[in-house]
């Protein structure tokens, strides 16, 4: 009932300041919050609607855009301008391999400063207590690091060097158990030792994601023809324009397709939000919510207008102007948008920490705050344009009716 | 004496489908300021449609209302707030408050409507709420009033704008004879200090004495007019 108190404070000191004002708005504010406040249990019902529609608005955009930066966090956390894929490859996890002689083709343009293999790949780790999980293999160039993991939490990506060594992301614990460094697994039927734990890397799949050396990689990985690469990474010298570049490379390599960073990036995004159709169930849950929201608030508020409509009519004889009642509608409308907005994006931030105990990401970021808050707005003005209209044919019959 | 309300040949007629009810015929009369004027008549006689009129919130299907001397039959529904905001205060058989709202409160919102701010609008409920015998009941919810005291609000709603012209719908329809009785002698006298206009539309016969002047309406027709001789 945190909430309530929340509101009942919210509403109070907002009275307080009225008081003192006479301006003939915050009078028929005055009068919404009055009225809100009479009918408690319609006004729970209303606020509890809110917080429903919008906790579920936010959700639904959080996991979704969570997903989104997910689908390309290795992408946008690895340096370098430009990358190389074989000819239509949809994204950045399905990626078919191609010759890795291609990286002395790009490295002859003298607009590129370095070029760098990367290979992404399906493998078959053993559990602990037996059975198998599928994971995401990625092999870069341990001296240079690019690819690699961004953050370690413990160990170093040095340790790869030489050996049968890989490094997990602490996310993957919650689909292989714990792991511990120095601990061995059987990755591909060949034991390897874990020497370092990174942060933040997670895939759109959910798979977990393993890092190894890149000859480490080209060798355990079954299904990749000898010689070759998945990804090779490209980064401008100083000062060339990165497009120019990229159209280079494009005409020069007729079996790759060539994206600079930010277009590959998207191109992962979109295949998965779009082109898989996941993006569209999440529109349409939050739509949902949208026109529930407007139905619950809706519904509400004109209740209470059809109760009070002798009162508004007496206002309007006593000379009052439709806008001035619009006010008080408007008014309620809004006290529900407000508290309701911030109950629902506290209970938002509160669940951050649960979805990160599972493994996923639930995006909440200031301008997705304002697009919420300005959904919640829109459906609560909506909501009252319901009732604005009966007021607007308000027939003064209907105060000389007993 | 000044002439509040005048009309000439103001006739109102209801188109309901292919039927046409006059629910007013043709009539002129002059009600002035500081008189208080029953209008008498059976059920569906057009007393409330007379009176909607006269409050500016029905227009008239044709003939003229002049309002202290202005002509307002012909001004649209977007002027008519105007001049029911300058003029005119209403009293209802229901009371018509707000629920939510305290008998101050209620009185108040009235005032801020009329345009009256400050701790003027506050001093004049207060005043107003004293005079209508309901200092004590100030800060009570109309749920926690009786019906007479609540009409007693209404009444100091009406009065407290300083409006010249109040009119009332059936006022104590919902009261009882002493309460009803009360209440029209309160308004009686708190009008006739202010000189304001009081039409009242009733079927309330235990009343009739009340009034300055009393007009009867029969079909939509002003029968009579009777100047009361008390
Ligand atoms: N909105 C309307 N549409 C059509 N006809 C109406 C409308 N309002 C009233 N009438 C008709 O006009 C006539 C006069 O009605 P009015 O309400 O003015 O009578 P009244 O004297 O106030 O009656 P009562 O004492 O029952 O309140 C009646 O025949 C009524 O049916
Ligand atoms: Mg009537």
Redesign the pocket.
């Given at each position: 009932m945190g909430f309530l108190v929340f509101g009942v404070v919210l509403s109070s000191s907002v009275l307080g300041v009225l008081h003192l004002n006479n301006k003939l708005d915050s009078v028929m504010f005055y009068v919404a919050v009055r009225i809100l406040l009479y009918d408690k249990a319609r006004s729970l019902i209303t606020l509890i609607g809110v917080i429903f529609a919008v906790g579920l608005i936010f959700n639904q955009l959080g996991i979704f855009l969570g997903l989104m930066e997910t689908s390309s966090v290795i992408i946008d956390n690895t340096p370098g301008d430009i990358w190389i894929t074989s000819k239509n490859s949809k994204n950045f996890d399905f990626a078919q391999p191609f010759p890795e002689y291609t990286r002395h083709l790009v490295l002859a343009d003298n607009g590129v400063q370095w070029a760098e293999k990367l290979i992404v790949a399906w493998g078959i780790i053993n559990q602990k207590e037996g059975g198998t999980e599928q994971l995401e293999v990625v092999g870069f160039n341990v001296d240079t690091g690019v690819g690699g993991p961004w953050e370690m939490k413990e160990g170093s990506t040095d340790l790869l060097r030489n050996g049968n060594f890989a490094i997990i992301d602490e996310s993957a614990m919650a689909r292989l158990g714990n792991i511990s460094v120095g601990e061995y697994r059987d990755v591909f039927s060949r034991r390897l030792q874990i020497v370092g734990i990174c942060k933040g890397v997670k895939s759109f799949t959910t798979a977990p994601v393993m890092y190894m050396s890149f000859p480490l990689a080209q060798k355990l990985v079954n299904y990749l023809p000898s010689e070759s690469t998945v990804f090779i990474i490209v980064k401008v010298a100083p000062g060339v324009p990165v497009k120019g570049v990229a159209n280079r490379l494009r005409g020069l390599l007729k079996g790759n397709d060539v994206y600079t960073k930010s277009e590959f990036s998207f191109k992962t995004r979109y295949y998965w939000a779009v082109e898989t159709g996941v993006g569209f169930s999440f529109l349409l849950t939050i739509v949902i919510s949208f026109l529930v929201g407007i139905l619950i608030v809706g519904q509400t508020i004109y209740n209470s207008t059809m109760e009070h409509i002798k009162e508004f009519g007496t206002l309007k004889a006593m000379g009052a102007d439709n806008a001035d009642i619009y006010k008080i509608i408007i008014s309620q409308a809004m006290i529900n948008a407000l508290i309701g907005y911030v109950v629902s994006l506290i209970i938002t931030f509160l669940t951050v920490g649960l979805y990160d105990a599972i493994g996923m990401v639930l995006s909440v970021s200031w301008w997705v705050n304002l697009f919420v808050l300005l959904l919640t707005v829109c459906m609560c003005i909506i909501a009252a344009f319901i009732s604005i209209r009966r007021i607007k044919k308000i027939?003064p019959?209907i105060l000389?009716r007993g | 004496m000044t002439d509040a309300l005048v009309t000439r040949e103001l006739c109102?007629v209801?188109?309901?489908g292919s039927i046409q009810?006059?629910?007013?015929q043709p009539c002129s009369v002059k009600l002035s300021a500081g008189e208080v004027i029953g209008l008498f008549?059976?059920?569906?006689?057009?007393?409330?449609?007379?009176?909607?009129i006269l409050g500016c919130i029905l227009r008239p299907t044709s003939g003229e209302l002049s309002v202290f001397g202005q002509e307002v039959s012909q001004l649209n529904e977007n002027q008519l707030p105007e001049i029911r905001r300058k003029y005119i205060s209403f009293i209802f058989q229901a009371f018509n408050l707000f629920p939510a709202l305290t008998a101050f409160e209620n009185i108040l919102l009235g005032l801020r409507i009329k345009g009256v701010v400050g701790s003027e609008a506050e001093d004049r409920t207060a005043k107003m709420l004293q005079e209508v015998g309901l200092g004590h009941r100030m800060h009570f919810l109309p749920r926690d009033m009786s019906g007479g005291q609540k009409q007693r609000v209404a009444v100091a709603r009406a009065l407290a704008a300083d409006c010249p012209i109040i009119l009332a719908?059936?006022p104590t329809g919902n009261l009882d004879i002493s309460n009803g009785r009360k209440v029209m002698e309160l308004l009686k006298e708190l009008a006739s200090e202010k000189q304001c206009c009081v039409v009242v539309?009733t079927?309330d016969n235990r009343i009739e004495d009340i009034f300055d002047r009393i007009v009867y309406?029969e079909d939509?027709f002003i029968r009579r007019i009777k100047r009361s001789n008390a």
């Open positions: 027939d019959a000389f | 109102k209801y188109q309901e009810v006059t629910a007013v008549g059976p059920s569906g006689s057009g007393k409330t449609t007379l009176l909607s719908d059936e539309a079927h309406m939509g």
